[in-house]
């Protein structure tokens, strides 16, 4: 008998009674919010990722935006992003983009499903306004438009809004890994810059 064999007979005679069943607390506070999340926390965890927070006005997106942006820079939109956000601003529709051709625009600028206040969390869903998934993570600065409405207290709230069955895509602060000697490398697998504007 090898190795293999020997671990897995020995699981099998461990566990020939049945494993007994545990209950796990499932009762997590899904309710539906009464009124928005605490923006204010929602803009603090944010920042806690070394992301930059702009609080604005609807009026405010395109100028804000094109003050991020370098004065010649190009930014790839979702096809349905609102006109009046990137007004000013030289944009390249993705209607398919390659990853190549996505690696050579300056920016990503889209909308989101939800923010999390409690983590700091954007959640997209390829829903109006977010694109493909590619689209957030192959460019280096991802500017991103969260209004004050979808911005939800706990991880299981934004879950009772979010669809499992969609594509969707966590971000929590610039990309980044701390994988090799805990030195802190950003741009490893997504956008090394982070804009996030809360509208109000």
Request: proline share 4%; with cysteine; net charge negative.
């Amino acid at each position: 008998m090898n190795a293999k064999s020997e671990i897995l007979e020995r699981i099998r005679a461990a566990t020939a009674g049945g494993v007994a069943g545990i209950d796990v607390p499932r009762d997590y506070d899904r309710a539906a919010l009464v009124g928005r999340g605490n923006v204010d926390r929602f803009a603090e965890t944010v920042d806690d990722y070394r992301a930059q927070v702009y609080r604005i006005s609807e009026s405010e997106v395109a100028s804000t935006i094109r003050g991020l942006l370098a004065e010649d820079a190009r930014a790839v939109i979702p096809v349905d992003v609102p006109s009046e956000w990137v007004d000013g601003i030289r944009t390249v529709p993705d209607d398919g983009l390659s990853v190549e051709e996505l690696d050579a625009v300056d920016a990503v600028i889209t909308g989101c499903r939800v923010g999390i206040a409690a983590t700091g969390t954007i959640v997209l869903d390829a829903g109006v306004a977010q694109g493909r998934r590619a689209l957030t993570l192959v460019p280096d600065h991802h500017i991103c438009i969260v209004r004050e409405e979808q911005v939800v207290d706990t991880v299981p709230q934004a879950f009772a809004v979010l669809d499992a069955s969609r594509p969707l895509t966590f971000i929590s602060g610039p990309s980044a890994t701390s994988d090799i000697e805990l030195n802190r490398v950003e741009g490893v697998h997504g956008p090394r810059t982070l804009d996030v504007l809360i509208v109000r």
